[in-house]
């Protein structure tokens, strides 16, 4: 079985403060995905990545920004955390294109 | 623009009966459609996915439908039972080089015993 792992399930942190949320797959997948989830709005894309050292944004990057040093690690870090950045995160991976997306199980993030 | 459209924000069924949760897409690009299941305070799970080279796909009691003319596809549950009471959100990607999934909005289905 695949196994998408999120480092932190849950995480209290102060506006202003840097914040890191890490991600690690098992499955050897090149593409990891980072979605933020919120009521009534879905899924939404923030940043993907399709190899190592390779990223792209994703319709919602604005605040974020992501790493990725190893094929199984994929980190998506809030330099200056919002409130509005108060929401449930999501880390996915993938094999290949077109395939099915295996995720992890949330990170909730509260920014006070 | 909402590419993919889950019209319904929730539906409730009788434990036993069929529950139908409906999606409509608007980008013609989109050729793969996949079907998530979530929990609450869980990832999404994925359940059941289809080609756009075929109209229908079954799996155990899901059963997925694709109309590609009117850009709209399905999921059936057969019987539904109190333990699919979840979010379902649909899903859909140009395939090929492109691996980025767009998701709808969700349906909460709520099965009642």
């Known amino acids: 079985d695949v196994k998408v792992t999120q480092s932190s399930r849950y995480l209290v942190k102060r506006t202003g403060e840097k914040v890191f949320l890490e991600c690690v797959q098992d499955?050897?997948?090149?593409?990891m995905f980072w979605y933020r989830q919120d009521p009534g709005l879905g899924l939404r894309l923030i940043y993907f990545s399709y190899d190592v050292k390779m990223k792209e944004k994703g319709d919602i990057p604005e605040g974020y920004s992501v790493s990725r040093e190893k094929k199984e690690r994929f980190s998506l870090i809030l330099e200056s955390a919002s409130t509005n950045q108060t929401s449930m995160y999501l880390c996915?991976?993938?094999w290949g294109s077109g395939n099915t997306i295996y995720f992890g199980e949330g990170s909730w993030l509260t920014v006070v | 623009d909402q590419q993919v459209k889950q019209n319904s924000p929730s539906l409730s069924v009788q434990e036993g009966r069929i529950s139908i949760l409906n999606c409509d897409y608007t980008?013609?690009?989109?050729?793969?459609f996949l079907w998530y299941k979530k929990y609450p305070a869980e990832g999404p799970t994925f359940l059941i996915s289809?080609?756009?080279?075929?109209d229908k796909n079954e799996d155990g009691r899901f059963t997925v439908f694709l109309n590609k003319s009117a850009k709209h596809l399905s999921l059936h549950i057969v019987p539904s039972q109190p333990g699919d009471s979840a979010v379902y959100f649909c899903a859909a990607t140009p395939g090929g080089s492109n691996y980025k999934l767009t998701f709808g909005k969700g349906t909460l289905l709520t099965v009642n015993p």
């Open positions: 499955m050897d997948h090149e593409n």
């Open positions: 289809i080609s756009s080279i075929k």
């Open positions: 996915a991976s993938m």
């Open positions: 980008n013609s690009m989109f050729d793969y």
